[in-house]
Structure formats: C-alpha cells, structure tokens
Nanobody, 125 residues
Framework: EVQLVESGGGLVQPGGSLRLSCAAS????????MSWVRQAPGKGLEWVSS????????TSADSVKGRFTISRDNAKNTLYLQMNSLKPEDTAVYYC??????????????????WGQGTQVTVSS
C-alpha cells in the first residue's frame, strides 16, 4: 500500500519556523521528484516547491523563495520542508506529492501519482 504521511504542522507566530516531514512507503521513493503543495482556506491548491529525485536540484514558488527549503533523505524515504520567517498568508494545509513526469510544478492532484493526507500549518499571533 502506498502511503505519504505528513507531520510537523501546527500553530506558530508570524516570523517563526516549522519543519514539515513526509514519510513515504509502498513505492520507490528515489525514483520520484517530490513536491510540496498547499491549500489556504477558501483557495485552490498552490504548488510550493519540488526536489529532484537524485541530484537534489530544487525549485520553489516566488511566494516562498528565500524562506522555505525543501530537502529529502532517500535512505529514510522522507521529504522535508523547512519553513522560516512564516507569514499569516502561509496558513494552509500542506501536502506532499509524487508528481508524474513532466508535471513537477502542477498543483492539481491529477498531476501526481501519489498524494498525502496533509498537515495543517497556522501562522497567527
């Protein structure tokens, strides 16, 4: 059974930090570029960041560039998202995803082979 299980979300004050994790199982993790996608309250899905399956190359949305860092540990089948300088507009449910080839920046679930259940991040004072 394929599973992507996110953790690490919570309530944090503006300017604070959180580190999200996504534990993968049931598929060959190191064969996939992996992504983080988020959905703010009342809004659509937004692609956040992606990391290459092997060389560690990363790409991020302008809205998080310089504040969020995506990484992975293929030995542990785990994806991470370090979020610093958090803003209220970062409040969202964060999902990890395994996008289909050629759909790395696509936020839709249809663009991914696998999708997690999400973890809530709330940035508020």
């Amino acid at each position: 059974e394929v599973q992507l299980v996110e953790s690490g979300g919570g309530l944090v004050q503006p300017g604070g930090s959180l580190r999200l994790s996504c534990a993968a199982s049931g598929f060959t993790f190191n064969r996939y570029t992996m992504s983080w996608v988020r959905q703010a309250p009342g809004k659509g899905l937004e692609w956040v960041s992606s990391i290459d399956r092997s060389d560690g190359g990363t790409t991020s949305a302008d809205s998080v560039k310089g504040r969020f860092t995506i990484s992975r540990d293929n030995a542990k089948n785990t994806l991470y998202l370090q979020m610093n300088s958090l803003k209220p507009e970062d409040t969202a449910v964060y999902y990890c995803a395994a996008p289909k080839s050629g759909y790395v920046r696509c936020a839709s679930r249809r663009c991914s082979d696998y999708w997690g259940q999400g973890t809530q991040v709330t940035v508020s004072s």
